[in-house]
């Protein structure tokens, strides 16, 4: 009873996972109880048991089980964060549930299912479904199933993906358990419910028993279209609406459902592709040419069966359809013949669009071989000819096919008619556009009057299909002469006619609406509609080629009632009137007079031919009169106007009456129903008129009229013709100038341009320059709506004209065409001309680009050509591809059957030669440009190889393709290339280059489509991939396309294709759709209404400009882009400026938008201060917590409600973190554009980060970090300091991420915390995480600890706060910490410390227990890191150099200046403590708290003080300078100005001109002597250098070739180069920043004038070659050593290659090489060893061993075993792991070298070792063996080493030393540290000089330590003190080992001056008696030198650097390097 009470008071989620079955049941009530309370779905209630509903439903008890599951279904109902528990919770089910015995368990686990998928995990839940069925279980698999078929059956297929299912029926169906075998059975029946007959297909090779039954049961379901039952939680509006419309009995939702749904499966979307391409029989192409049609026949069979495979996958099959085409047309065997067709049948249904490339191929052909008469051959090419049909669209093989209508044969010409009609039966009114239906119309018009009757037949029911798919209107135009019984026959067979999309009467159905468009097959899409009206019609309106395509455009986007623009949209009214004008009879004279006689005065009539001009003009006035009295429907126009022309009529002499007359016809022509019969009467005599001077503006007056009457177009044509027939050249150029007006009122719409250009060509070749003069003039007005291609038609006229013409298109460019004011005929609404209008251009497009006269070039394309294009030898390409330039340019304009040249051309773009591609891509641009919008039809097997030629590596050939590409799409639109699926293929390829091209163009072009094809969502998986790419311009380009994409495809589609993504993926890119859809601009189509507003109403002639280029007419369209000309692309231009434009076309929709522009962050005046201050003054809560409080998330909201934008706020503080993820993108993108903002809301911005590092949500956390890191960058860049509060409000939670067990994560917060130290001191981080090592999670422990030793490495002991000793101490506590990655951070750092800072290291970290220190001793040893100065020499650079950045920070301080407030002392600034003291001296300090209240006040008095140090430093030229940098606090401003200063400067030290370089020279070298500026030039090196040693080639190539120059000049010039490089590379920090590539152009430089034999001769040479040499030591020694040596062995290896160069230049290479080697030993820690090693894998590579050995010289194979060896000795077997950057270490002889390098060396060092010791024990003494000796020195280091004894041992090893001489003691020093060698070394000496010395010198006891520390700076009176005291002997010992430790300091060689013996041979010689130096004396107590630094912390040296590593500088760094080695070699041996 105990235990139950125990759980009883448990919480209920830890009684769910109690492990007594009673508690977890009880738990489970509870739970349920609980979930059924929760109203809220979002309440954080629901998220405590997100990790326990796996476990309810898999509860191992049954009963328990069952009551778990009721509360997982109450849970997945009700609870927002159920979908994330979907995976674990369905298989779960799967595996635990569904197996149960008991029923119930089994219904609530398919419930639960179900409930999942309601909740929008259908995805999800049907993969672990689909998993199940895997299961060996039957119970499960029936269970899967059944929940299969459950889903299928309520939510519809839309929501069940069928294609798995299909897939895996067969399978089920094989099963040999009856029960699945049922239940397949049933889900197949289901299946078929909602996608019929597409199930046949993928089940015919099932069992036929099993196949009989399945039909058995299809048959009995019922007919009508299923429907879902249930919906989706965002369906579910969807389905309430439904249930009130069923209620009220409307079913008219319900219909198109049904038309939705249906199609929706297609069996060919069910199939799985076949390759068959691979299967082809080997020998087939052999076979298929062989001369026996048995042979051929086989081949054919072959094909025949692996084609029969209802679906093939994409593959290149232009050889295959090459090969059946041949068949089809030249073989003699009909039986083949039919066989081929068959094979091209089955290709075209199996590949569908894949197959329309090849169609243009194969149409002419087939309908060519239909001359056969064989009943099966016909048939066969019959079908093959609809399934290629199929593939395509008829606009790109009409071409053909009209081609074929001309030929005699009567059997071709009948099936094409036939294949027409059937053809248009596929067709749509909007498929089938005028411009298309017109050619078509013709050609079948001819063949109704053809001899024979099937010919005739096949015509009338082509016209008939042809009228029946786009209605009467469209048609009847074409109609207008075919007589009565024709015009019967043609309805007649009209009303037979079924269409393929269901019966449509044309334009009833289309004029509604496309709404009845979805219901179509595969073979266009609605969206490929609209698209087809658009864009295949003429061009679509982005082109600027097509002069009426502009004008057609838009009228069809105003109106979608008139697809197309066919006649659909014009009024019954003016379309009757219009057919009625167009057979108006003509009327006989008397008729006329009859008409004429009942509406005129009988007077009037008798007078018109009266003699007497009065009486005429009465009678006129009469008669104008009776006309404006008339009403339009009682006015016989044609007898009133043939009464005006009787007698005298035109002739009429009397000019008055000839107005009158004039005057008279314009009135008819506007007031009545005016036809062309009656404008035909008049038009002569009043083009007679128009050059009158009198009558001229009358005549033109009633041609307009009649224009505004009988349109623009024709009566243009009719006065042009009658004007040109004519001589009177007054009248040519009045009517000239008439057209030119009257094109400006009406518009160009429908305008014949052809019939203009003849004449224009006839009146520019006129004598009259007045008709000259009017052509011009017409000419610019046509430019004005044709644009620049009207120029073409007048390539050959002669120039002068040219010109002429030329000058009047330029006064025209950029200027938009008028708006018509007329045209808009009293008769006609605002539609009719619309619809007119809308489609004359379709003519007129495809006009213009026909008048030329197209050449026909394919008998010019030669086999012999083709074969030339593709030779093995790339010259006779190269002629082949000029060949066909200069006939495309011969032709000019040419026709588009160009033959094999496709072919040929593919080839070569993707050619090895890459002058080649690029020759080809220039003819492929000539060719678009020839042929026009024809060059359609090669899209698909030529253009889109071009598009694959977008993703080569060389940046001009890219270039080229997208130019190319760019003339193709102009040409052809953009429907052809996004249809099908090649553009998918293409960016499925993961080429960077590629996809980022091809990405980019489609953002330029999208935006511009009024509607794509359906085929481009099938680019959108690969978009998406493209978004993750590793590529960031891939990324970028694609983040930019998103927008577009979604333009056309709509935000739905897009986010569920992302099903398919990986769950993190998805997330990632549905945030990405969110922020595009919120950029997404609208589509095109409404704009180009809102533009004709303005320019007329409904006038539709001209919406826009024809001639304006594309971002013209885009710009037009006012609303998406408001700035197209700032735009990239015309696109949307920025990010920001994108997300300001697209607000304005969806005001009503998106009225939260309209805030959405401006800026999201408000600057504030001192908002930022003003928030510190009552932070400081305890107003507001600190921002200090454990965890977030709502107070502190209330207080943030506060604050930022004045200056961050309100939505963004809502946004930010959303309960949903979705919201979070879009407002840190928001912030990105404006985080360029509002940098200001961004730093004025800094804290806000970091505290409301630190709110993020709370969450739980990963990818909010990602997307934090990812916003930090560019925050960071940005601050940096922007030179900005952060404050002590944002610091502290933000980074200690910072420290806390870097604890999180995700990798990445740590990475980003390493990275941030890096990037911190830019914009923040590291010693006032080192604080922070310090604090963050006390941490209980031990990852965060040891990131800390790694993170403190970084920031030691990078910036040395001053960063480590408040002491060195004391955060030391603190480190070495976690030495003992019980994680093991702790303890190793905290040894790495105390390792870090003690590479910088040496033995100091154990004094400061004080006492540690045994264990610890012998592991840290141990670890080491390890890093066997020789301490070395320079990285203390980096310490005072880098810190100050990061910090003097800030644009407040008075970094230097001097001494205790007068102006230090008192915190200066309690900050945790240095001069406060000792410890720190020594590390810095005082002037070098930073005084942090002091720079933070620093507003510039005490700049003012800062250069003073530290000029006034600098000047005496510099005043010796050659001393090197010491490292310690100071800065001046003028650097800050000084920087911000003087980059682009320095930029200025650098560049004039390239100059040619002597002068200015050297000014140049000298003002940097300024720069560069003054401590204070060099700084400045931080960033600015390589830029230097390269200048230099341009100057120096320059120099060497020009100057001293130059005999004019004197020499004295380029003396100087060499003396500043030299100078100034020596000053630069004095600099260490900035030496270092010189790179690789740099280096070597300047070591080179330098060489070369050293070998220069020409400054040999000069005055002055020898200096200068003098300064060289040291100048390239300098160079060698203070550069980073990875980039010179990485340099050099570059600059070696082109100097072997080089045949050109001298064997001196490598020598020197070498020699300088040698010296690097030189320094190894103490560069080796600081040398990026991967990148070296990297280096000489590619020497030894380019060298291999052998073909070394052949040059001249061994030294080249010497220097680098030297160097390898040196590496092997310094690195031991360690450098074995430093081979990572070699990409194949086994192929790299390196790695062989090194190992035998190793083998050899360790082989080597044992022996010599034991011969050594050997030795020395024989010498000591023979009596004493030599295990004694080693017993006795074992004594006595002992007792060295014990604190008590140490002056006794230390006495006794002096004492055997003096006895045995030649003792070694190696072996026990050699183990020991190096601060235990030295100190027993200096112990000795001391002894020695107590006791030889002390009878020689009594004085010397006189000598103080604090005397000795003074000595060390040398003031005068110290060193007579020490003369007086030592005797002379003192001197040059003191003197030497002074200078020795100041060479070592600034990194000068000891070795060379004075080769120290080394410690042994020190100590075996004590006989001697040596003087040891003061400095011996004075390290001989530890105590001592410890107090003698705390006295002399103050003095002018830096005291750290003598003392603290003054006891290992001494012994180390002067050790000769000989000796070294052997003691290395020693030490390396024994350890073996």
């Known amino acids: 009873m105990g235990d139950d009470s125990e759980w009883l008071k448990l919480p209920v989620d830890q009684k769910c996972e109690h492990k007594l079955w009673k508690a977890r049941l009880s738990g489970y009530e509870e739970a349920l109880k609980i979930f059924q309370k929760i109203k809220d779905e979002k309440s954080p209630e629901w998220s405590k048991f997100l990790g326990l509903i796996k476990k309810f439903v898999t509860d191992s008890n049954a009963v328990v089980q069952l009551k778990g599951l009721e509360a997982a279904l109450i849970y997945v109902e009700n609870a927002h964060v159920a979908g994330k528990t979907t995976g674990e919770v369905v298989s779960g089910v799967v595996s635990k549930v569904f197996n149960q015995p008991k029923a119930k368990a089994k219904e609530l686990g398919i419930e639960i299912c179900l409930m999942y998928i309601e909740i929008e995990k259908g995805e999800a839940v049907q993969e672990e479904l689909l998993k199940g069925l895997d299961n060996k279980n039957p119970k499960i698999i029936v269970a899967c199933i059944e929940t299969l078929r459950k889903a299928l059956s309520e939510f519809g297929s839309k929501i069940i993906l069928l294609k798995p299912i299909i897939k895996v029926l067969p399978k089920l169906f094989e099963s040999r358990e009856k029960a699945v075998r049922d239940e397949a059975k049933l889900i197949a029946v289901e299946i078929y419910r909602w996608i019929r007959d597409a199930l046949r297909p993928p089940l015919q090779n099932i069992n036929s028993v099993q196949l009989k039954e399945l039909e058995e049961e299809w048959v009995k379901l019922p007919t009508g279209a299923p429907r879902p039952t249930r919906f989706l939680r965002s369906q579910q509006e969807l389905e309430a609406k439904l249930e009130q419309q069923h209620s009220a009995g409307g079913d008219a939702e319900g219909g198109g459902d049904d038309g939705d749904e249906m199609p929706q499966i297609d069996a060919y979307e069910l199939l799985e592709a076949v390759e068959i391409l691979s299967k082809l029989p080997k020998d087939f192409y052999d076979k298929i040419e062989a001369k026996k049609w048995q042979e051929r026949k086989e081949a054919l069979e072959a094909v025949e069966v692996l084609v029969k495979n209802p679906k093939l996958e994409a593959g290149d099959y232009a050889d295959l359809v090459k090969a059946l085409k041949k068949v089809v047309g030249k073989d003699t065997n009909v039986m083949l013949v039919a066989l081929a067709a068959k094979c091209l049948t089955g290709l075209a249904v199996g590949l569908r669009k894949k197959f329309g490339q090849y169609a243009g191929h194969v149409v002419p052909t087939i309908l060519e071989k239909f001359k056969e008469k064989k009943p099966q051959v016909v048939q066969a090419l019959q079908e093959a000819i609809d399934a290629v049909f199929l593939t395509t669209t008829l606009q790109n093989i009409s071409e053909d096919v009209l081609a074929v209508m001309d030929n005699k044969n009567p059997t071709i010409k009948q099936q094409t008619s036939l294949f027409i009609a059937r053809s248009f039966r596929h067709c749509t009114a909007s498929t089938l556009p005028k411009s298309l239906l017109k050619p078509f119309c013709a050609a079948l018009l001819k063949h109704i009057n053809d001899s024979a009757l099937e010919v005739r037949d096949a015509a009338f029911e082509a016209l008939g299909t042809a009228l029946k798919v786009v209605g009467e209107k469209a048609v009847n135009p074409f109609l207008a002469d075919v007589d009565k019984l024709k015009l019967d026959k043609i309805k007649e067979c009209s009303e037979k006619v079924e269409l393929v999309h269901g019966k449509k009467a044309g334009l009833a159905a289309d004029k509604k609406e496309l709404k009845t468009v979805p219901g179509r097959n595969a073979a266009s899409g609605a969206a490929g509609d609209k698209d087809m009206k658009d864009i295949s019609a003429p061009k679509p309106g982005p082109l600027k080629k097509a002069p009426a395509t502009k004008v057609g455009g838009p009228p069809k986007k105003g109106k979608p009632a008139a697809p197309g623009g066919t006649g659909s949209s014009g009024t019954k009214n003016k379309k009757g009137l219009e057919t009625k004008e167009v057979v108006e009879p003509e009327l006989s004279i008397e008729v006329c007079e009859e008409k004429a006689s009942t509406v005129l005065p009988s007077t009037c009539i008798q007078l018109l031919d009266s003699s007497n001009w009065k009486e005429r003009l009465a009678c006129m006035e009469e008669f104008q009169k009776a006309v404006e009295l008339m009403d339009r429907t009682e006015m016989p126009c044609q007898a009133l106007v043939r009464m005006l022309a009787k007698k005298p009529g035109w002739k009429e002499t009397n000019f008055q009456v000839m107005q009158m007359k004039l005057h008279i016809v314009a009135l008819i022509a506007q007031k009545g129903n005016f036809s062309k019969t009656s404008a035909q009467v008049v038009l002569d005599g009043l083009v007679d008129k128009i050059g009158d001077v009198k009558c001229g503006n009358n005549a033109k007056e009633a041609m307009t009229a009649m224009a505004e009457a009988c349109m623009l177009p024709w009566t243009a044509e009719q006065v042009m013709s009658m004007a040109f027939s004519q001589k009177n050249p007054k009248n040519q150029s009045e009517t000239l100038n008439w057209l030119s007006n009257a094109i400006k009122e009406f518009g160009f719409s429908g305008l014949n341009v052809k019939a203009f250009i003849s004449n224009v060509k006839t009146a520019l070749a006129a004598t009259n320059p007045a008709v000259r003069t009017s052509a011009i003039t017409l000419l610019g007005v046509m430019y004005l709506y044709v644009g620049p291609s009207l120029r073409m038609f007048f390539e050959d006229e002669k120039p002068a004209l040219l010109s002429q013409i030329d000058a009047e298109f330029e006064k025209m460019q950029g200027q938009i065409p008028p708006a018509p004011t007329r045209g808009i005929s009293k008769h006609s609404t605002s539609g009719t001309d619309e619809g007119e209008d809308g489609d004359e251009p379709d003519d007129g497009g495809n006009d213009v680009v026909d008048l030329l006269p197209r050449t026909e070039i394919s008998d010019k394309i030669t086999s012999e050509l083709v074969s030339k294009i593709s030779d093995k030898n790339w010259k006779i390409r190269k002629e082949g591809l000029d060949e066909v330039a200069g006939i495309i340019n011969e032709a000019k304009f040419i026709q588009p059957n160009i033959g094999e040249l496709p072919t040929a051309l593919k080839g070569r773009l993707n050619d090895s030669n890459k002058i080649l591609v690029q020759q080809t891509l220039n003819i492929l641009q000539q060719l678009a440009v020839a042929m026009g919008p024809n060059i359609k039809q090669h899209v698909k097997n030529l253009g889109i190889p071009i598009i694959t030629v977008l993703g080569d590596s060389k940046n001009n050939v890219r270039a080229a393709a997208l130019a190319t590409v760019n003339a193709w799409a102009e040409q052809t639109g953009m429907k052809e290339w996004l249809e099908g699926e090649d553009l998918s293929e293409e960016l499925k390829k993961e080429n960077p280059f590629l996809r980022q091209e091809l990405l980019g163009w489609l953002a330029e072009k999208l935006p511009a489509l009024r509607s794509t094809p359906t085929d481009l969502i099938l680019c959108v998986p690969h978009l998406y991939s493209c978004l993750e790419d590793r590529n960031g311009d891939v990324r970028k380009k694609a983040q930019d396309a998103l927008p577009f994409f979604m333009m056309h495809l709509g935000y739905e589609k897009m986010a569920k294709a992302t099903g398919k993504l990986k769950p993190t993926s998805k997330d990632q890119v549905l945030a990405m759709l969110e922020k595009a859809k919120a950029n997404m601009p609208a589509k095109p189509a409404a704009p180009a209404k809102a533009t004709s507003k303005p320019m007329g109403g409904s006038v539709p002639a001209k919406f826009q400009p024809p001639s304006a280029p594309v971002e013209d007419s885009v710009s037009s369209t006012v609303e998406p882009k408001p ?312 310490v005072e650079e880098k810190p100050q150099r990061t910090q003097s950045v800030s644009s407040n920070a008075n970094m230097l301080r001097k001494g205790p200046a007068e102006d230090m407030s008192s915190k200066l002392n309690q900050a945790r600034s240095m001069s406060g403590h000792p410890e720190a003291a020594q590390m810095v001296r005082r002037e070098f300090q930073l005084d942090l708290d002091e720079i933070e209240n620093d507003n510039g006040t005490v700049r003012c008095e800062m250069p003073e003080l530290v000029q006034h140090k600098l000047d005496d430093i510099f005043e010796p030229v050659l001393i090197p300078e010491p490292k310690i940098r100071a800065v001046s606090p003028h650097f800050d401003d000084m920087h911000s100005n003087t980059a682009s200063t320095i930029n200025f400067i650098i560049s004039q030290v390239a100059s040619g001109d002597i002068n200015t370089s050297i000014q140049a020279l000298t003002q940097i070298d300024e720069v560069l002597r003054q401590e204070d500026k060099a700084e400045a030039m931080s960033g600015h090196i390589d830029q230097f250098l390269i200048a230099t040693f341009m100057q120096l080639r320059l120099i060497y190539n020009t100057h001293m070739a130059d005999e004019k120059l004197e020499k004295d000049e380029i003396i100087k010039l060499y003396s500043c180069i030299i100078g100034n490089m020596i000053s630069l590379f004095q600099i260490e920090s900035l030496a270092r920043e010189a790179s690789t590539g740099v280096l070597k152009d300047l070591m080179h430089g330098l060489i070369t004038l050293m070998l220069d034999s020409r400054i040999e001769d000069l005055e002055e040479g020898q200096q200068v070659i003098r300064s060289v040499n040291l100048l390239v030591v300098k160079v060698l020694e203070k550069s980073d050593q990875t980039n010179i040596l990485s340099a050099l062995l570059v600059l070696l290896q082109d100097s072997l290659l080089a045949t050109a160069s001298s064997p001196k230049f490598s020598e020197l290479v070498m020699k300088c090489l040698w010296r690097m080697v030189r320094l190894l030993p103490d560069t080796i820690n600081s040398i990026n060893l991967d990148k070296i090693l990297l280096d000489i894998h590619i020497f030894m590579k380019v060298f291999p061993k052998e073909k070394l050995k052949q040059c001249k010289s061994e030294f080249p194979i010497r220097t680098l075993k030297t160097l390898l060896h040196t590496l092997c000795k310094l690195k031991g077997p360690k450098i074995l792991d430093h081979l990572t950057m070699i990409d194949n270490k086994n192929e790299s002889e390196l790695e062989a070298h090194l190992c035998r390098m190793m083998k050899h060396s360790m082989d080597q060092t044992g022996s010599k070792f034991d011969k050594e010791t050997e030795k020395g024990a024989s010498r000591i003494d023979e009596k004493s063996s030599k295990a004694k000796v080693n017993d006795f020195l074992a004594e006595i280091f002992k007792k060295i080493g014990s604190k008590e004894n140490t002056k006794e041992g230390l006495a006794e090893l002096y004492e055997y030393k003096k006895k045995y001489s030649d003792a070694d003691i190696e072996p026990f020093l050699k183990n020991s540290s190096q601060f235990f060698q030295s100190y027993v070394e200096r112990g000795l000496r001391v002894i020695e000089m107590e006791r030889e010395g002390k009878g020689r010198i009594p004085t010397s006891t006189g000598i103080s330590p604090q005397m000795e520390v003074t000595c060390v700076p040398t003031p005068t009176s110290t060193v007579s003190s020490i003369g007086n005291t030592n005797g002379e002997e003192v001197g040059p010992s003191v003197y030497l080992e002074r200078l020795k430790i100041l060479r070592q300091r600034c990194g000068l060689d000891n070795a060379k001056q004075d080769d120290r013996p080394p410690l042994t041979s020190l100590l075996s010689k004590p006989a001697v008696p040596t003087v040891a130096s003061s400095t011996d004396m004075l390290h001989s107590k530890l105590s001592q030198l410890r107090e003698s630094r705390e006295q002399h912390q103050h003095s002018d040296l830096d005291s750290n650097q003598t003392h603290s590593s003054g006891t290992m500088t001494t012994s180390s760094s002067t050790a000769n390097i000989d000796d070294l080695k052997k003691r290395l070699e020693r030490i390396k041996s024994s350890r073996k």
């Open 1123 to 1434: 700035d197209p000309k700032k735009a990239k692309a015309p696109g949307v231009s920025s990010k920001t400026k994108s997300a300001q434009g697209k607000k304005m076309p969806s005001k009503t929709s998106l009225k939260e938008d309209e805030d959405k522009s401006g800026p999201i962050f408000i600057v504030i005046p001192n908002g930022k201060e003003q928030r510190m201050k009552d932070e400081k003054g305890l107003k507001v809560l600190k921002w200090n917590f454990t965890t977030p409080r709502d107070e502190y998330i209330e207080q943030l909201k506060t604050q930022m409600s004045s200056c961050v934008a309100k939505w963004l706020q809502d946004e930010m503080f959303h309960s949903d973190f979705q919201h979070h993820n879009k407002a840190l993108a928001v912030m990105v993108d404006h985080l360029e554009s509002e940098k200001e903002g961004v730093i004025s809301c800094l804290d806000l911005i970091l505290k409301w980060l630190t709110l993020r590092f709370f969450d739980t949500n990963t990818s909010v956390l990602m997307k934090a970090l990812e916003y930090l890191k560019l925050l960071f960058t940005l601050l940096s860049e922007e030179v900005y300091h952060l404050t002590e509060n944002e610091a502290s409000s933000f980074i200690p939670y910072l420290v806390l991420k870097v604890g999180e067990p995700k990798d990445v994560i740590r990475k980003d917060v390493r990275a941030i915390l890096n990037r911190m130290c830019l914009i923040y001191p590291a010693s006032k981080m080192f604080p922070f995480i310090m604090e963050g090592t006390k941490s209980k999670n031990s990852k965060q422990r040891a990131e800390c600890l790694e993170e403190l030793g970084c920031l030691v490495e990078s910036y040395g002991m001053n960063v480590c706060q408040p002491t060195p000793g004391k955060a030391l101490k603190e480190i070495a506590i976690h030495i003992g910490d019980r994680d093991n990655a702790v303890r190793n951070a905290a040894l790495n750092t105390i390792v870090t410390v003690y590479n910088v800072y040496g033995d100091q290291v154990f004094k400061l970290i004080g006492n540690l227990s045994e264990k610890d220190m012998s592991m840290l001793e141990e670890r080491i040893k390890r890093s066997a890191k020789r301490p070395s100065a320079a990285p203390i020499k980096q």
